[in-house]
């Protein structure tokens, strides 16, 4: 029975699509989250920025005494996973091998469609997963920025939203797929829209419910997994952003009006400003 909380990382509070996840599959497992709201989003940086940014809030979770680390982001996933994983002695998920690993087997005409950040399309990292296990597979990357908009924006149910939704998904007339892997935290939301977009026939993959799938695995396959039905955790929730709003937007999307989420300065998180600070 390792009581030991499991360490979850985002850009901001998309991570929390992951979360929710975790909390309705993995209920005795305590959850300590950190969303870098003040530097979000992560889409646009640069592969080295990002990189930079989750080694940061990956430290900040390795002080909390996590058994394992979820890289609860795609972009971060595609820019830091292969850096940060070889350097930790404690399990390192992303959510990009769990969501291709869903598609590989739901495909049945093996055409595949994945729509993400710039980030995280511009990396290929998708694509490159995907026919790192089956080359037969035709992937059709979009990247689909504007969809995190309409999500922040609270327009995700908008009859915007349909129309943007359309407009970003017309490559796949021309490439028709029977799957398509929302590579983005946010993507779930608009999972009605995009359903609609694409037809029934397609199926939807959510890299991160597929994701706490792995994580589930993984916790048996490492005998580090907390089976003691008794035990109901107090999740840990940090942001570098506004609490208040990260209070808010989580608390709504978790169901849990005690939501407290701490904020952690960014002088925190960042051991050589604060060096700085101190000279
Ligand atoms: N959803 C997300 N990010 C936001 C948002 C949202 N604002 C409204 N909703 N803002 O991500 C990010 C940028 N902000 C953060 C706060 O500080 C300033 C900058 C998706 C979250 C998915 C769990 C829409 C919204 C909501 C409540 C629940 C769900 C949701 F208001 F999508
Ligand atoms: N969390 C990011 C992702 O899944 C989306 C938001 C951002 O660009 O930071 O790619």
């Known amino acids: 029975m390792n009581k030991q909380p499991i360490g979850y990382l985002d850009s901001g509070v998309g991570g929390l699509t992951v979360v929710k996840e975790a ?137 915007i939203a349909k129309k943007v939704v359309a407009e970003t998904l017309a490559p796949y007339k021309k490439h028709p797929v029977d799957t398509l892997i929302m590579g983005c935290t946010h993507y779930p939301l608009l999972r009605p829209i995009i359903q609609n977009v694409m037809g029934d026939g397609v199926t939807l993959i959510d890299s991160g419910a597929e994701t706490v799938s792995e994580v589930s695995t993984l916790l048996d396959y490492f005998d580090i997994a907390n089976d003691d039905q008794n035990y109901h955790p107090e999740h840990e929730f940090y942001t570098t952003g506004s609490a208040q709003m990260f209070d808010t937007i989580a608390g709504d999307w978790l169901g849990m009006s005690q939501m407290h989420a701490e904020k952690i300065d960014l002088k925190r998180l960042i051991p050589q400003i604060s060096m700085e600070m101190e000279q």
């Open 23 to 159: 909390l309705r599959q993995l209920p005795h497992e305590k959850v300590i989250f950190i969303g870098d709201q003040a530097r979000l989003p992560y889409g646009p940086r640069p592969a080295e920025q990002v990189i930079e940014f989750t080694w940061e809030l990956t430290h900040f979770l390795l002080k909390k005494n996590i058994k394992m680390l979820v890289i609860a982001c795609n972009t971060a996933t595609a820019a830091a996973l292969s850096v940060i994983r070889p350097k930790l002695n404690i399990p390192v998920v992303g959510v990009i091998l769990p969501g291709s690993r869903a598609a590989i087997k739901a495909t049945k005409t093996g055409n595949v469609g994945i729509i993400g950040t710039n980030g995280t399309i511009k990396s290929d990292a998708y694509a490159r997963t995907i026919h790192r296990k089956n080359q037969n597979i035709q992937v059709t990357s979009v990247a689909a920025p504007k969809l995190v908009s309409l999500v922040e924006s609270n327009e995700y149910q908008s009859v």
